[in-house]
Nanobody, 119 residues
Framework: VQLQASGGGLVQPGGSLRPSCAASGSILSIFNRAWYRQAPGKQREMVASITNDGDTIFADSVKGRFSISRGDAKNVVFLQMNSLKPEDTAVYYC??????????????WGQGTLVTVSS
């Protein structure tokens, strides 16, 4: 299973971005979609996740500013980022977990998309 992330970029503080991530390959089902980020010199951290039931989890630092959603196609996930701050600057990675057509569990990472918040 391969993930392709896009939609990062340079934005001023207070601005918005909406990265997306699409999965392709041998996918039978997906049960969790998530976004992580890694800032320079810091460990990768979970930003937001969503289950098939629509249950969401957000890092405290992004609550009220970010939202996560699934696309009409089951293999797409979006991260709506509003009121961006310089401390949101990081490489954002999508992560999707599910089962492939051989009924084996998988967990795949996208290649990362850079978000820079700066004036």
């Amino acid at each position: 299973v391969q993930l392709q992330a896009s939609g990062g970029g340079l934005v001023q503080p207070g601005g918005s971005l909406r990265p997306s991530c699409a999965a392709s390959g041998s996918i039978l089902s997906i049960f969790n979609r998530a976004w992580y980020r890694q800032a320079p010199g810091k460990q990768r951290e979970m930003v937001a996740s969503i289950t098939n039931d629509g249950d969401t989890i957000f890092a405290d630092s992004v609550k009220g500013r970010f939202s996560i959603s699934r696309g009409d196609a089951k293999n797409v996930v979006f991260l709506q980022m509003n009121s961006l701050k310089p401390e949101d600057t990081a490489v954002y990675y999508c992560n999707i977990r599910g089962h492939n057509n051989n009924y084996a569990a998988f967990g795949s990472w996208g290649q990362g998309t850079l978000v820079t918040v700066s004036s």
